[in-house]
């Protein structure tokens, strides 16, 4: 151009709005001259000469030599040229600073190359410097996704060049296109160049100019392959190094670089110093056109491009509109179809959100990192959460459901299958329910007639048997009856039950000031409960075989336990450890009584005859002899023996010393007016002022006997098993039984002082059981 230089008092303010102009095309120059120079005709009319002169050729145009030479290698006689080791084949494409050709080398390996070239003519400061940064930038970067640099020169004639790694294939959107690409293909491709952008800002460098020509796609052994190119105008973040080859801001006054639809509201204003976060939008914008077809701001002119002022507006002002809208937009120009319908469905809620959050306006709004954006779009493909959309119940149990289709599909069919067959079925189920009715009914009836004519015979564990059953079966209505509730009153079959061992209890006693029930049996484990809570608080191996009998010393500081083996165990009454062992009889030791001041200590066994021993040494001191073998024994608080044997004899007798053992001796045989039937005592226990004497029959009899009286037991009663331990409480007012089937229970002894009453069941502890 001659007669023309940007100096004087509005040289930058022309060669910016000149530079500017020339970005639009020759419709819409002039309207935005108009606009932009409003307020100046002098520089309105300097830059139309200035558009004017560009168009004459001028002394500027002519060439040297030399570019002449070069410049004619390239146009015409391209099989001739070479640069370096490499020799041109043909050109590949025109760009903002130069051409890039196919380029070969031989020497020393044959491959192929993108030769890029600045325009001859165009070897400015700005264009020399962006070549060097295109350089440096390729020089930093080592992906499979980025197409890197392979060499670099400058001829002898000036011209400068950079050999890159070739890449033959199709830019991103095309190839997508030619090839059918469904969504997931799509977004797997994008991926590839996400992770190319996320390395270059790894390495401090942005790259400005995303768009789908410079994103490509080729085919090779391991499938497609993306390669990101043309890093021309990328920005290096580091400007301790940046800052050495930029040019003044006076020679780039005006440039805009980039393509306006790709670029960032903060790019377009030129105002805000770009950061990853500009790649990440340009990134949003591709993402969009790979999956609606359509860039994001589009005229009214049935889908054709903004002009730039237009665009400007648009980016600044206006959020695009919704992927799947678009995709519904652009098919209802023809018809809407089944396939944009489907598009639309699946780019709907995720996809939407992922591209809206990439292309928000504000930098804070947006992705904050490549990684993020990528992070989002992998967990969209594997049906997880993501970051974009808002974190509801609803929409993480569709994302769960999404992520288990199979097991999901397998679920509802199978709970298909199960309603149908709960709908066939039941007809069947109600005709059951009325046939199982009708035979609970029947067995409710006749085992309340069992158990009626149970009672009437005195056959107490078959009442109980009976009632039992019921229980277990029967609802509460039919529970709750007059006839259910009398028949259990009359059998008393619910002793109030502490515990439920699966093994016979063969005695128990009160120990810790009223606190713990001691119990041992069969197992041969010594068990303690606490007494208000049924709870099991200890439960020790004795090591003596079967347990059969306790006996608690006058002061409660010392129990002793009697086994199998012949041996008595001493043990300390609060913490249960064994003070001392001792053999006391051959074989069995059946029970043990402590005389009232704790001195001596009487033991019998599977023999005729009671062993006294001293307590302080355990040694013998002395023996009571009976004619029969003997079962159990018991102490009265004044010195008194009751010592129960076979054919339900009871002896009493007394420990030496006491005033018990004055009275004459006494053996009662069995066929008198006291007992009248012959089954073995197995168990005896004086109350506490030793008036009474509760003894239990192997033949699941209870009997409580007053000791001055004449005329048999005072009160009688049949449990449904053989009553094989009893203990009195201190006050004498209750009553424990334990049961050979493993119950334990307490009753009430107050009728003993009527006689013409029956003994009846009190509710002290209910339903409390401990595990066997």
Not at 399 to 420: M, P, T
Request: charged share 20%; net charge negative.
């Amino acid at each position: 151009m001659s007669g023309w230089s940007f100096t004087g008092s509005h040289s930058e303010e022309l060669q910016a709005v000149f530079l500017e102009a020339l970005e639009f095309c020759d419709a819409e120059r002039e309207q935005f001259l108009l606009h932009r120079c409003q307020k100046s005709p002098e520089l309105l009319q300097q830059v139309r000469e200035l558009l004017s002169a560009g168009d004459r050729p001028s002394i500027l145009d002519q060439q040297l030599p030399e570019a002449v030479l070069a410049q004619s290698l390239l146009a015409g006689g391209m099989a001739q040229a070479r640069f370096g080791h490499w020799q041109v084949r043909r050109l590949l494409g025109h760009g903002g600073m130069g051409s890039v050709y196919l380029a070969e080398q031989e020497q020393p390996v044959q491959r192929l190359a993108a030769l890029k070239l600045i325009q001859l003519g165009q070897e400015s400061d700005e264009s020399l410097w962006r070549f060097q940064q295109e350089q440096q930038v390729l020089a930093r970067l080592s992906h499979p996704h980025i197409a890197g640099l392979i060499d670099a020169a400058v001829q002898p004639s000036g011209v400068s060049w950079l050999a890159m790694e070739y890449v033959d294939g199709r830019q991103l959107t095309d190839w997508c296109r030619a090839r059918g690409c469904d969504l997931r293909e799509r977004l797997r491709l994008f991926l590839q160049c996400c992770e190319a952008v996320r390395h270059a800002h790894q390495n401090a460098i942005i790259h400005r100019d995303l768009k789908p020509s410079n994103i490509l796609v080729a085919d090779t052994r391991e499938g497609p392959m993306v390669k990101v190119i043309d890093f021309g105008i990328a920005r290096i973040l580091d400007e301790s190094q940046d800052s050495q080859r930029t040019p003044s801001r006076r020679t780039r006054a005006g440039f805009l670089p980039g393509t306006p639809q790709y670029m960032s509201p903060e790019q377009l204003c030129g105002e805000i110093p770009v950061d990853i976060r500009t790649d990440v939008y340009s990134l949003g914008v591709v993402l969009y056109v790979l999956l609606t077809g359509s860039e994001p701001h589009i005229s009214e002119n049935r889908g054709s491009s903004l002009s730039r002022m237009s665009l400007l507006q648009a980016v600044l002002d206006q959020d695009p509109a919704l992927p799947s809208q678009r995709v519904l937009q652009q098919s209802s120009a023809g018809g809407a179809d089944d396939t944009a319908r489907l598009l639309a469905r699946r780019l709907r809620g995720d996809l939407d959100a992922i591209v809206l959050k990439a292309m928000a306006r504000e930098r804070d709004r947006r992705y904050q990192s490549v990684a993020e954006l990528m992070s989002d779009l992998q967990c969209h493909l594997s049906d997880q959460p993501i970051l974009a959309r808002p974190d509801s119940w609803w929409y993480r149990l569709r994302r769960r459901i999404l992520r288990n289709r199979g097991l999901v599909s397998a679920l509802a069919a199978v709970f298909l299958a199960l309603s149908i067959g709960i709908l066939l079925a039941d007809r069947q189920r109600q005709r059951a329910v009325d046939s199982e009715m009708r035979l609970k009914l029947r067995n409710y009836c006749a085992d309340l007639l069992l158990a009626s004519l149970a009672l009437d015979d005195g056959d107490t564990a078959n009442a109980v048997a009976a009632l039992d059953r019921q229980r277990e079966t029967s609802d509460a209505r039919e529970l709750d009856s007059l006839e259910f509730r009398l028949l259990s009153y009359l059998s008393a079959a619910r002793v109030n039950q502490l515990a439920a061992e699966r093994q016979a209890l063969y005695y128990c006693c009160l120990i810790s000031g009223g606190r713990w029930l001691a119990t041992c049996g069969q197992g041969g484990e010594l068990l303690v409960l606490d007494t208000a809570s049924g709870k099991l608080l200890h439960r020790i191996p004795s090591g003596q075989g079967e347990l059969n009998g306790l006996s608690v010393s006058p002061d409660g500081q010392r129990l002793a336990v009697f086994g199998d083996d012949g041996t008595v165990s001493i043990r300390d009454a609060r913490s249960l450890t064994e003070l001392h062992r001792f053999k006391a009889h051959g074989a069995q030791v059946w029970q043990g009584a402590w005389s009232p001041d704790g001195s001596m200590l009487a033991t019998c066994g599977n023999e005729k005859g009671v062993r006294l021993w001293e307590t302080a040494t355990f040694k013998a001191a002395g023996s009571i002899d009976s004619s029969v073998d003997l079962e159990c024994l018991t102490a009265s608080t004044s010195g008194r023996l009751a010592i129960g044997g076979e054919r339900s004899t009871l002896l009493l007798a007394g420990f030496p010393g006491s005033s018990a053992a004055d009275n004459e001796r006494q053996e009662v045989q069995s066929g008198t007016a006291w007992l009248g039937r012959y089954f073995n005592l197995g168990t005896v226990s004086f109350s506490p002022d030793g008036q009474l004497l509760a003894a239990g029959e192997q033949g699941a009899g209870l009997r409580l006997l007053r000791l001055d009286a004449t005329e048999g037991a005072v009160v009688s009663r049949q449990f449904p098993d053989t009553v094989t331990a009893v203990a009195y409480a201190p006050d004498g007012r209750t009553l424990a039984v334990g049961l050979a089937d493993g119950t334990l229970g307490t009753i009430s002894t107050e009728a003993v002082h009527n006689p013409g009453l029956q003994l009846q069941l009190t509710a002290i502890l209910n339903g409390e059981s401990f595990p066997s």
